[in-house]
């Protein structure tokens, strides 16, 4: 299950060159379910190259901060710009990877055509999933341990398997940018390595990898960068000066009532 | 004893609409199964009959066109209400289903029942319950018809409608099953990928709508609903792959509408009894009776086989899943 | 309108007007069974049991024809409906047992299976040299008008019990669908509960055949309770609201059906029904589209005004 170091030489990212504007840069981000506000005036800068956490209390607007980023759900206001232009879907460059828990694992797919969706946007409309797409999808699976299930049924694999299914398929996209949702909850201690490892891959070659991650322990031996979300931000930058008691007392501590609560009867 | 003419201009036209019904619609099923959505083939079918109301009211017309985009139109329009009712209301899909084809399925049959839409041949009754005889190919003597471009213009209209329908739907399956299948089973990632999974939805419950429609004439309404859940659920039962389901629902669909039709017609033959059973109804049953006995008997997921394989996992000691892997 | 008038205070003959007190308290019937479906999130079960209750009508009917030499008997018929509806009930449950297929597609094959079985019935029925098969029709979509002297008793009768049953249980249902898990916890047999709540919607149903109608009879269990729902949070008034507003929709829905030609009972109801959820879903005070709107302008108001205040973009 480990990699073996002879499948990553044989398939090395290339290195991108040092892009001088940010991967994703995000100005006054307000989502609101109905009337009551989830994201409120959220500032975020991603580094050129890195692993950003995305941390928070239950609640807090992470995940909807990476759906709104991506436009999967409206926002109220804010602006959201990648790589200084504004998202361009086709291109593939921005890897999304949902919580393992948003599908229906029981679905009649085996892993290998899973990692294969990753190439959709460059197969394009209309035509068909061909041998070679699929090969290729072999190759990431491999890259994550999962070579020998590739034509399992999707719902035969363990969860951290499932995960691994689910990296392989934003790798397969060969994206510049990747944001993870919860990549390391419920994951099996093999599972969680492997994934850890290709996320320091993924920096070595120039990535900018942002996840929503629950388990606060594990930031500093994993991430560089961190972002404290309660609504609002409450802190970004370095871990070392984000992680501050006084941070997280402000994140974690006394419900966080953003003014507007008071404002809209929320 | 059946003969070959009235085999020709009765059974043939009302089996073949029967079957490409059911193949319509459960080829379709498919996906409408996958993304959790069988009950809007129950909203989809019920909206169909305001949808001829109103359209009959509009152009005062019977003809067939206006009727079948009055109908598409009210079933596009069904799933909007649906949704804005589940959001607006903040109910779970069932209920929000639940009240929307009641209340337009209701505003139908006071519709028809109110304005001049009963005295032409639109009846709540068929409605309900299709009619399935009804559909004749007069003048289909001898098989020299089946290849007679005269005598085959003449076929019945719900047939030909069906048949355009059916192909339609197979090609739209064909064209389109990577993106209906990533639409389906991931939509999140879909749509960041820039593949549109809510316009693809749409896409699946308009074809959905029209096949309800160009089904409805022939099967009733409600039947429309067997026709979309039972093959594919059938299906699903049998298969892990999707590739196969689909062609294992055709399979279910082609033998329900055979199969059921060649009860309904022949079989009160064999006791002496002239007149046949309802067709559509007989359709219905007998897919369900498939996807009774693929839920019983099939290989892995079936009920008998799960039973075995849990008193299997009990006598070696461990707790097998019942669910044939790790959940 | 004198004919409206007369009917809503029922003053159109006997049989109306024990027709429509029978609506009513059906009404009140199907908002309390309601309200604790729709919390349960099992209310299109409700649509699978009317719908199957077909076959077992036209059974029943068969039946009375060959034994009694009379089709037409309504406890016959009911027991029937009833007894169809519940195997109905129990394939759904059998289905969604063995795991493989979600409960909207085990509520939708069942449906269709059963009516389709029924539609069968119903054609070799037709074909029977015997009168009376028109008796079955206004099962379809339900006729206050049609039914005899002891057919609208009986119902209203019934109805009148299942309210009283409904309210007995009360506190055991709120548990069931309000914390079912905390209800196990502390000893209260919750599969047994809902084995309650589903012979609740089976009299319900069973009941209201005659005045609603299979195919609609969804509509007077799910629109009292979601319309409720739409003006409180609080199971205490949801609960009296769905019935208030079944009450309305089943009295003044028979009434019109009795008062205006070519009305069936059942889509006149259900149309009541969903007047009433129309208007609420824009008046409600706190659900309400107006008032959710004018909550969602306030809050972009707020977010322009710390806009202003917001240093420019990086």
């Not at chain 2, 193949?23 to 379709?28: D, H, I």
């Not at chain 3, 195997?87 to 759904?92: I, K, M, N, R």
């Not at chain 3, 069936?264 to 029904?273: N, Q, W």
């Given at each position: 299950?480990?990699?073996?170091?002879?499948?990553?030489?044989?398939?090395?990212?290339?290195?991108?060159?040092?892009?001088?504007?940010?991967?994703?840069?995000?100005?006054?981000?307000?989502?609101?379910?109905?009337?009551?506000p989830?994201?409120?005036?959220?500032?975020?800068?991603?580094?050129?190259?890195?692993?950003?956490?995305?941390?928070?209390?239950?609640?807090?607007?992470?995940?909807?901060?990476?759906?709104?980023?991506?436009?999967?759900?409206?926002?109220?206001?804010?602006?959201?710009r990648?790589?200084?232009?504004?998202?361009?879907?086709?291109?593939?460059?921005v890897?999304?990877?949902p919580?393992?828990?948003?599908?229906?694992?029981?679905?009649?797919?085996?892993?290998?055509?899973?990692?294969?969706?990753?190439?959709?946007?460059?197969?394009?409309?209309?035509?068909?999933?061909?041998?070679?797409?699929?090969?290729?999808?072999?190759?990431?699976?491999?890259?994550?341990?999962?070579?020998?299930?590739?034509?399992?049924?999707?719902?035969?694999?363990?969860?951290?398997?499932?995960?691994?299914?689910?990296?392989?398929?934003?790798?397969?996209?060969?994206?510049?940018?990747?944001?993870?949702?919860?990549?390391?909850?419920?994951?099996?201690?093999?599972s969680?390595?492997?994934?850890?490892?290709?996320?320091?891959?993924?920096?070595?070659?120039?990535?900018?990898?942002?996840?929503?991650?629950?388990?606060?322990?594990?930031?500093?031996?994993?991430?560089?960068?961190?972002?404290?979300?309660?609504?609002?931000?409450?802190?970004?930058?370095?871990?070392?000066?984000?992680?501050?008691?006084a941070?997280?007392?402000?994140?974690?501590?006394?419900?966080?009532?953003?003014?507007?609560?008071?404002?809209?009867?929320? | 004893?059946?003969?070959?003419?009235?085999?020709?201009?009765?059974?043939?036209?009302?089996?073949?609409?029967?079957?490409?019904?059911a193949?319509?619609?459960?080829?379709?099923g498919?996906?409408?199964?996958?993304?959790?959505?069988?009950?809007?083939?129950?909203?989809?079918?019920?909206?169909?009959?305001?949808?001829?109301?109103?359209?009959?009211?509009?152009?005062?017309?019977?003809?067939t066109?206006?009727?079948?985009?009055?109908?598409?139109?009210?079933?596009v329009?069904?799933?909007?209400?649906?949704?804005?009712?589940?959001?607006?209301?903040?109910?779970?899909?069932?209920?929000?289903?639940?009240?929307?084809?009641?209340?337009?399925?209701?505003?139908?049959?006071?519709?028809?029942?109110?304005?001049?839409?009963?005295?032409?041949?639109?009846?709540?009754?068929?409605?309900?319950?299709?009619?399935?005889?009804?559909?004749?190919?007069?003048?289909?003597?001898?098989?020299?018809?089946?290849?007679?471009?005269?005598?085959?213009?003449?076929?019945?209209?719900p047939?030909?409608?069906?048949?355009?329908?059916?192909?339609?739907?197979?090609?739209?399956?064909?064209?389109l099953?990577?993106?209906?299948?990533?639409?389906?089973?991931?939509?999140?990632?879909?749509?960041?990928?820039?593949?549109?999974?809510?316009?693809?939805?749409?896409?699946?419950?308009?074809a959905?709508?029209?096949a309800?429609?160009?089904?409805?004439?022939?099967?009733?309404?409600?039947?429309?609903?067997?026709?979309?859940?039972?093959?594919?659920?059938?299906?699903?039962?049998?298969?892990?792959?999707?590739?196969?389901?689909?062609?294992?629902?055709?399979?279910?669909?082609?033998?329900?509408?055979?199969?059921?039709?060649?009860?309904?017609?022949?079989?009160?033959?064999?006791?002496?009894?002239?007149?046949?059973?309802?067709?559509?109804?007989?359709?219905?049953?007998?897919?369900?009776?498939?996807?009774?006995?693929?839920?019983?008997?099939?290989?892995?997921?079936?009920?008998?086989?799960?039973?075995?394989?849990?008193?299997?996992?009990?006598?070696?000691?461990?707790?097998a899943?019942?669910?044939?892997?790790?959940? | 309108?004198?004919?409206?008038?007369?009917?809503?205070?029922?003053?159109?003959?006997?049989?109306?007007a024990?027709?429509?007190?029978?609506?009513?308290?059906?009404?009140?019937?199907?908002?309390?069974?309601?309200?604790?479906?729709?919390?349960?999130?099992?209310?299109?079960?409700?649509?699978?049991?009317?719908?199957?209750?077909?076959?077992?009508?036209?059974?029943?009917?068969?039946?009375?024809?060959?034994l009694?030499?009379?089709?037409?008997?309504?406890?016959?018929?009911?027991?029937?409906?009833?007894a169809?509806?519940?195997?109905?009930?129990?394939?759904?449950?059998?289905?969604?047992?063995?795991?493989?297929?979600?409960?909207?597609?085990?509520?939708?094959?069942?449906?269709?299976?059963?009516?389709?079985?029924?539609?069968?019935?119903?054609?070799?029925?037709q074909?029977?040299?015997?009168?009376?098969?028109?008796?079955?029709?206004?099962?379809?979509?339900?006729?206050?008008?049609?039914?005899?002297?002891?057919?609208?008793?009986?119902?209203?009768?019934?109805?009148?019990?299942?309210?009283?049953?409904?309210?007995?249980?009360?506190?055991?249902?709120?548990?069931?669908?309000?914390?079912?898990?905390?209800?196990?916890?502390?000893?209260?047999?919750?599969?047994?509960?809902?084995?309650?709540?589903?012979?609740?919607?089976?009299?319900?149903?069973?009941?209201?055949?005659?005045?609603v109608?299979?195919?609609?009879?969804?509509?007077?269990?799910?629109?009292?309770?979601?319309?409720?729902?739409?003006?409180?949070?609080?199971?205490?008034?949801?609960?009296?609201?769905?019935?208030?507003?079944?009450?309305?929709g089943?009295?003044?829905?028979?009434?019109?059906?009795?008062?205006?030609?070519?009305?069936?009972?059942?889509?006149?109801?259900?149309?009541?029904?969903a007047?009433?959820?129309?208007?609420?879903?824009?008046?409600?005070?706190?659900?309400?589209?107006?008032?959710?709107?004018?909550?969602?302008?306030?809050?972009v108001?707020?977010?322009?005004?710390?806009?202003?205040?917001?240093?420019?973009?990086?």
């Open positions: 299950m480990v990699l073996s170091s002879r499948i990553r030489d044989s398939f090395p990212l290339p290195p991108r060159p040092a892009d001088p504007v940010s991967p994703l840069a995000v100005a006054g981000l307000t989502v609101a379910y109905h009337d009551r989830v994201l409120w005036d959220v500032d975020f800068v991603a580094p050129p190259a890195g692993l950003v956490a995305v941390l928070g209390p239950n609640g807090a607007g992470k995940s909807t901060f990476l759906k709104a980023v991506l436009g999967l759900i409206p926002k109220l206001a804010g602006e959201v990648f790589f200084g232009r504004p998202l361009d879907r086709k291109s593939g460059l890897a999304y990877v919580q393992r828990t948003a599908v229906d694992w029981d679905f009649p797919i085996t892993a290998v055509e899973v990692v294969a969706m990753g190439l959709y946007h460059r197969i394009g409309w209309l035509r068909p999933v061909r041998r070679r797409h699929l090969e290729a999808a072999r190759v990431q699976l491999d890259r994550v341990g999962l070579a020998d299930l590739a034509d399992r049924q999707i719902g035969q694999l363990s969860g951290g398997q499932q995960q691994r299914v689910f990296l392989a398929r934003a790798l397969a996209q060969d994206a510049r940018l990747y944001l993870l949702d919860e990549p390391l909850a419920g994951i099996d201690a093999a969680e390595q492997v994934v850890v490892e290709l996320l320091r891959e993924l920096r070595a070659t120039g990535r900018t990898v942002i996840v929503v991650h629950h388990d606060l322990e594990s930031v500093p031996g994993i991430f560089d960068e961190a972002m404290l979300l309660n609504v609002r931000r409450i802190a970004a930058g370095p871990v070392g000066t984000v992680l501050t008691p941070n997280l007392a402000r994140a974690y501590g006394v419900t966080f009532a953003p003014k507007v609560a008071a404002v809209v009867g929320g | 004893m059946i003969e070959l003419a009235d085999f020709l201009e009765l059974d043939l036209p009302a089996l073949a609409t029967g079957t490409l019904a193949l319509a619609c459960g080829l379709l498919n996906f409408l199964l996958l993304q959790r959505r069988s009950l809007l083939g129950d909203a989809v079918s019920h909206v169909v009959l305001p949808g001829i109301v109103l359209a009959f009211l509009v152009t005062g017309s019977t003809s066109w206006p009727m079948m985009l009055g109908a598409g139109a009210a079933a329009a069904s799933v909007f209400l649906i949704d804005l009712v589940q959001r607006a209301a903040r109910i779970e899909a069932g209920a929000a289903m639940g009240v929307v084809l009641t209340s337009l399925f209701a505003l139908g049959v006071v519709l028809l029942e109110q304005s001049g839409a009963r005295a032409v041949h639109l009846d709540v009754e068929h409605a309900l319950m299709g009619s399935l005889e009804g559909i004749v190919w007069l003048g289909a003597r001898d098989f020299s018809a089946l290849v007679d471009p005269d005598r085959l213009a003449t076929l019945p209209e047939l030909l409608r069906l048949a355009v329908v059916t192909t339609m739907v197979a090609l739209l399956l064909l064209v099953r990577k993106e209906l299948t990533i639409a389906s089973f991931d939509p999140g990632y879909a749509t960041s990928l820039g593949i549109p999974a809510r316009a693809i939805g749409l896409v699946l419950l308009v959905s709508a029209v309800a429609v160009a089904a409805f004439a022939a099967v009733g309404a409600i039947l429309t609903i067997a026709m979309f859940v039972c093959p594919a659920a059938t299906a699903r039962m049998l298969t892990d792959r999707l590739g196969r389901q689909i062609a294992l629902s055709a399979l279910a669909a082609l033998l329900a509408g055979t199969l059921g039709y060649a009860l309904a017609a022949w079989a009160p033959l064999l006791f002496g009894s002239e007149r046949g059973l309802g067709a559509a109804g007989m359709i219905a049953v007998v897919a369900g009776c498939l996807q009774g006995l693929s839920i019983l008997l099939a290989p892995r997921y079936g009920a008998l086989a799960r039973a075995r394989a849990r008193s299997r996992g009990r006598r070696s000691g461990e707790g899943t019942a669910r044939g892997g790790v959940p | 309108m004198t004919d409206l008038l007369s009917a809503l205070f029922l003053g159109a003959g006997y049989n109306s024990v027709a429509t007190l029978g609506a009513a308290y059906l009404g009140v019937a199907g908002g309390l069974v309601g309200t604790f479906l729709v919390l349960r999130r099992r209310v299109m079960l409700a649509d699978a049991l009317s719908h199957a209750t077909l076959p077992g009508l036209v059974l029943a009917f068969l039946c009375g024809l060959a009694l030499g009379e089709g037409r008997i309504l406890p016959v018929l009911l027991f029937g409906a009833a169809s509806a519940a195997l109905a009930g129990l394939a759904v449950q059998g289905i969604v047992a063995n795991r493989r297929l979600a409960e909207d597609a085990a509520i939708a094959s069942v449906l269709a299976c059963f009516y389709g079985a029924g539609i069968v019935l119903a054609s070799y029925l074909s029977l040299p015997v009168g009376g098969q028109a008796g079955l029709q206004r099962f379809l979509l339900g006729s206050a008008a049609g039914m005899l002297r002891g057919e609208a008793e009986l119902l209203a009768a019934s109805a009148v019990l299942l309210v009283l049953f409904t309210g007995l249980f009360a506190k055991e249902l709120r548990l069931l669908c309000f914390d079912p898990v905390h209800a196990e916890a502390h000893g209260w047999p919750v599969a047994r509960l809902d084995l309650l709540l589903l012979a609740l919607l089976l009299a319900l149903l069973v009941i209201g055949l005659q005045i109608g299979l195919v609609l009879e969804l509509a007077l269990v799910v629109v009292p309770a979601v319309t409720a729902r739409l003006w409180t949070e609080r199971l205490g008034r949801m609960l009296p609201l769905a019935a208030a507003i079944g009450a309305a089943g009295w003044i829905g028979a009434a019109l059906s009795a008062a205006l030609p070519r009305l069936p009972t059942g889509p006149s109801i259900v149309l009541v029904l007047a009433i959820f129309l208007a609420s879903l824009i008046v409600a005070p706190q659900r309400g589209l107006l008032a959710v709107a004018a909550r969602r302008r306030r809050l108001r707020t977010l322009a005004a710390e806009g202003l205040e917001r240093p420019g973009s990086p």
